[in-house]
């Protein structure tokens, strides 16, 4: 179900079929849900701190564009401020235990907190070891915290680093490619960048491309630039 | 304060592709049905419209259509001197949820088991001495001869595309010659195919290997089956598994049989109720029907004349434990059925980069691909191999998602400018030939109830204990050599062999082929249910789904859950219902 767990538009429990045919009626499309409007979950510090992380997860430079160019921050910050940041569809009951390296996710905390407390950390690390707030370092030193935070090098107090790693890794790819609805991916700038053509719907005429390239401007759920010019 | 609702003639746990195949069968019939679903009703226009099926954020990453962890999940371990997690969110397989089940975002990919997987033990055994003594496959007590017409009549109403290689005992070119004989064709040709199949289709001829077009629920062609129902052309659009289609060009549960079930008046449906445990009369040897509880937590028990366990097998498992149906495995005795037998898939690939050639894997489907038999099942020797079963090695073009895909070089970072770089120039040109193992049964992997892991009703969650094991290794050493010999006579500049290693992952994505807990066989000692998927213990009681399978086979299961459903429906209605009592004698 999209959004919300439970529309409060939907009946309790719903019969259908003895004869009465298809439930259907027009225009009743769930359509998708756009992240959380203009919804934010990070302070401007956090902000800050979580821009230059995915400025340097998936950098800006001569080969072409990156998280920056395609504001994955607000992708980020929306998806914190909605259901996937409070793990809404996630099983978080207790009790919490660490947990082998094959039993994927076992934080207590759901996404947005275990970023607050991981951000926090990170820029005290920072402040402590190098002068700074993560933002205020050279990219090569961001790109050395990033690493022992990867290889496990530096560790958290309060949260564990790699898990805080691994998930903004997941999230910065997400709002690289994800559908310029969710507020990253702007301009369809990821898609350009590797040539996907996006949400098109019908490549029956492509089939037999037998190795060629098919140039296709890429589209969005949303359209595309001048598409509804005449 | 549970209240008790009118009797039906039978109620269904659960509305896929099993609950409706029951449903459209058993309604003809003439008896009435209602089929309780605890998520939402789903349909092509309101859930999955072509305007916006193709959001792979939502569908995929934010699991618009799968089971809510937050209300049930599983819990999870490799073995049991650790202790399960919960599985907090879905990873290494994506149970559906509502009206469809996983049957609305499967690919498609339909095949039937051949003949000696269906006699996994006895013929294995025969031909290649005892197995060992933790190996606890055994026979699923129906052959492929008896499946074979419900086979062929799940292909019709799905209107499988493919190219037959067995029908009647004649061998027919470009088919499978491997398989179990037909009595008929496929309902209609297979899909077109891309260059990556064309390139993997002449390297494994020229190893001598017969590759034939992967049976396919995506239609090449528009189609009325056998109920009327209509299904369009597919388009190609590489939004197939993980999402719904917007075409109705992909067999589900909707775009088959769900439209013609709504007509009938002996026909009901509730969606957002879950059943809770199915009940039985005092002396345990007959089901009375179901509880159920709503989304406002109000308690109702339905009773009925035949309950049908319709559910994903993981559920389906929890629901006997949790009714106390069956005696529960124990692992270290041995003894026991009901959770026994859980089996997966041992799943393998090399990746082929291309340099100066683009695969456009973003044109793509659900079931487009090539495949090869020649190491699936016992269709190799196996002497002196160590390990019995096997795998289909194929070369299927299903999406270029880029957040799911975008395969980069081994020496590549995991980001920075050489990961993106390596990204841009890999993401049209590379293609997978992935090897889909078969999964034999071991004694120690097992499901039964979590002592500690709730679900949001305050019931036990269910326990996945499982790893790979010596003869899924063996397995894998022995198929993925053959998957990169093919990927390197391709034409591409590179391959990267991705093997199985180490211990079962929960998190990364494999398959959903969740098999066994519930399996048939020919003694209740040994099985969950009879050849007919009837309860040794409640002779109302069915169960159906890949959950009966006693081991997975190296397949995709639907074809077979398919057969097995329709094998059992018609047990119902023609030897059940005139003369209601156990369908086989111990």
Redesign the interface.
Known sequence: ??GT??AAS???????????????S?M??????YGTGSERFFSHEERRAVAAICA????S?D??P?ASEADVVTFIDRQMAG??GR???????G?F?E????????SEHPPAMLYRLALAELDEHCRSQMGGPFAELTEEDQ?AV?TGL?EEEIAFERVSAKTFFDLI?EN???GF???PI?GGNRDMI??R?????G??????D?????????PLEPVS?QGRPGWSQP | MTKQLPRVDVVLVGFGWTGAIFAEKLTAAGLDVLALERG??R?T???F??????????YY????MFQ???QD?LT???NSA??A?????W?SFLPGNGVGGAGVHWNGQTYRFLPSDFVARSHNEERYGPLPADMTVQDYGVTYEELEPHFDYFEKICGICGQAGNVDGETIEGGNPFEGMRSDQYPNPPM????SQ?RFAASARALGLNPFPVPSANMSRAYVNPLGMQLA?C?????CEKHGC??YSKASPQTTII?V?????N???????EVLSVEKTPDGKHATGVTYV???G?VWFQPADIVILCAYPLQNTRLLLLSEIGTPYDPRTGEGVVGKNYCYQVMSSATVF?ED????G??GAGALGMVVDDYNGDNFDHSGLGFIGGGYIACGTTN?R??ES?PVPEDVP????AW??A??EN??KTTSVGVHGSSMAHRSNHLDLDP???DVWGRPLLRMTYDFTLNDRRLTEHLTPVAEEIAHGMGGAHVKVNARRG?????PYQTTHNTGGTIMGTDPASSVVNRYGQSWDLPNLFVTGAGLFPQNAGYNPTGTVGALAYWSVDAIINRYLPDPGPLVRP
């Open positions: 179900m999209a767990a439970l939907r009946v309790l429990a719903s019969d259908y079929g003895r004869g009465a045919g298809m439930p259907w027009p009743s499309g769930e359509v998708p849900y340097r997860l998936i950098p430079d080969d072409g990156g259901f996937y793990a809404q569809h996630w099983y978080m009951q009790p235990a947990g082998t390296s094959t039993q994927g996710y076992q790109d990033l990867d890794l910065t790819v997400e490619f994800a559908d969710y990821g898609w960048y590797v040539g996907f053509p949400t098109r719907y019908d490549y029956r492509f089939v037999g491309h037998n190795g060629a390239a098919i759920l | 939402p009703w349909d226009p309101s859930d419209a072509t305007t916006f099926a193709q959001d792979e954020l939502r990453w934010r699991h618009g809510e962890a937050s999940t999870f371990r490799n650790q202790t997690l919960p599985m907090r969110r990873g077109r195919m891309t260059f064309d052309p388009t190609y659009c590489g939004f917007g075409n439209p079930l709504m007509q009938r008046p026909f009901g449906l509730r969606t957002n109720s709503d989304t406002s109000e291309f050639e683009y695969t456009n973003f044109v270029a880029p957040i975008h995991r980001w920075g400018s993106k770089r990204v841009r993401f049209l500690t892991y709730k211990s079962y992952d929960s998190e």
